[in-house]
């Protein structure tokens, strides 16, 4: 007799165990019927409004319908909200967006010489030297999304490679 290598084994037993059994019945009737329900009875029906029919040629009918006031408009409370948004919104200073940090430290100097390298560098792209005390920052661009911000920071990142994308607030006009 010769003996099965244990990985053979192994696989063998797998294969049985993956195999159908054309024997095996379900229990119960549970898999077989499908769940069905009429709703009809709860579904809101249309009112019918009575039109006005004007015969014109022997062909063509023209119906004219009257005209009939929506019993849910929400029109008066929809405008409503929306005014106290746009309110909030007017009063809104900043919003969230992101700049790229091209230099972050003590040194005024070498922010500002890293600010006029980047813009000889990189004209198309503002940027601006902050100070929050005690540190110095060279920014460059304002961006309301990331993706926006990614485009012009591979091209920074190759003439200044401690840049980094960071959220800030933008300034709105």
């Given at each position: 007799m010769k003996m099965l290598n244990f990985p053979a084994f192994l696989l063998y037993i797998f294969m049985i165990s993956c195999a159908s059994h054309q024997g095996a019945t379900t229990s119960g009737n549970a898999a077989s019927t499908k769940y069905s329900e009429d709703l009809s009875v709860v579904r809101p029906?249309?009112?019918?409004?009575?039109?006005?029919?004007?015969v014109g040629q022997k062909d063509n009918q023209v119906k004219q319908t009257t005209y009939v006031?929506?019993?849910?408009?929400?029109?008066?409370q929809l405008d409503l909200i929306l005014d106290s948004i746009s309110s909030i919104n007017r009063m809104q200073k900043y919003i969230?967006?992101?700049?790229?940090?091209?230099?972050?430290?003590?040194?005024?100097e070498e922010a500002l010489n890293i600010k006029r390298q980047?813009?000889?560098?990189?004209?198309?792209?503002?940027?601006?030297?902050?100070?929050?005390?005690?540190?110095?920052?060279?920014?460059?661009?304002?961006?309301?999304?990331?993706?926006?911000?990614?485009?012009?920071?591979?091209?920074?990142?190759?003439?200044?490679?401690?840049?980094?994308?960071?959220?800030?607030?933008?300034?709105?006009?």
């Open positions: 029906k249309p009112e019918v409004v009575k039109s006005d029919t004007v006031e929506p019993k849910y408009a929400i029109n008066q969230d967006g992101f700049t790229i940090q091209v230099y972050a430290g003590s040194k005024r980047l813009s000889t560098s990189l004209p198309d792209i503002d940027s601006e030297v902050q100070y929050v005390q005690p540190n110095f920052r060279v920014k460059a661009g304002k961006y309301l999304q990331r993706l926006d911000a990614q485009k012009d920071y591979m091209s920074v990142k190759k003439h200044f490679p401690s840049a980094i994308v960071i959220p800030d607030k933008i300034a709105v006009n």
